[in-house]
T-cell receptor
């Protein structure tokens, strides 16, 4: 069974701190890894990673994938209260029917 | 505007009743997915479909059924066999193949009384 494990499950920081969220996976026939941010209802897309060692960056957020060690990290620098959300990691896998398996998410709370 | 529409947003049902949640997309995506979200559980895959008239069970398919008669539509039926149906249900779609982001609907919250 495909498995995606995120850590920590929750995290409380102060504005301005830097945080690192982790995602490890064990899947059959890995294709890509995706990060999402969920505030209220629908998750919103952040990054998709397919190649090892190539950092994706968007403003204060960045992410990198290590396909040898089977994990990814999501970094958020200079956190703001608006970064408070659940961050979800998902892995796309499969030979012809491509499923996406999500981790349980990391609840990030940024206090002023 | 292109997107995914789920309905209803909120639904209350009595135990033992079947319920169908609607999911329609106009993004011309081939693949569609249904997830269930419970507090602290992340998103768990119920069913997914890559093409019309074909679908696969996800990790928690028991007590659920789906159909994919049209590319745009992927309704989910929560049957009376589902032991704990109260949850938040999310429908998503993406283009065919193993890559590309998932686009989500706004979700349907089902409460069984």
């Amino acid at each position: 069974e495909d498995k995606v494990v995120q850590s920590p499950l929750s995290l409380v920081v102060h504005e301005g701190d830097t945080v690192t969220l982790n995602c490890s996976y064990e899947v059959t026939n890995f294709r890509s890894l995706l990060w999402y941010k969920q505030e209220k209802k629908a998750p919103t897309f952040l990054f998709m990673l397919t190649s090892s060692g190539i950092e994706k960056k968007s403003g204060r957020l960045s992410s990198i994938l290590d396909k040898k060690e089977l994990f990814s990290i999501l970094n958020i620098t200079a956190t703001q209260t608006g970064d408070s959300a659940v961050y979800l990691c998902a892995v796309s896998s499969g030979g012809s029917n491509y499923k996406l398996t999500f981790g349980k998410g990391t609840l990030l709370t940024v206090n002023p | 505007d292109g997107g995914i529409t789920q309905s209803p947003k909120y639904l209350f049902r009595k135990e033992g009743q079947n319920v169908t949640l609607s999911c329609e997309q106009n993004l011309n995506h081939d693949a569609m997915y249904w997830y269930r979200q419970d507090p602290g559980q992340g998103l768990r895959l119920i069913y997914y479909s890559q093409i019309v008239n074909d679908f696969q069970k996800g990790d928690i398919a028991e007590g659920y059924s789906v159909s994919r008669e049209k590319k745009e539509s992927f309704p989910l039926t929560v049957t009376s066999a589902q032991k704990n149906p109260t949850a938040f249900y999310l429908c998503a779609s993406r283009r065919q193949g193993p890559y590309g982001e998932l686009f989500f609907g706004e979700g349907s919250r089902l409460t069984v009384l």
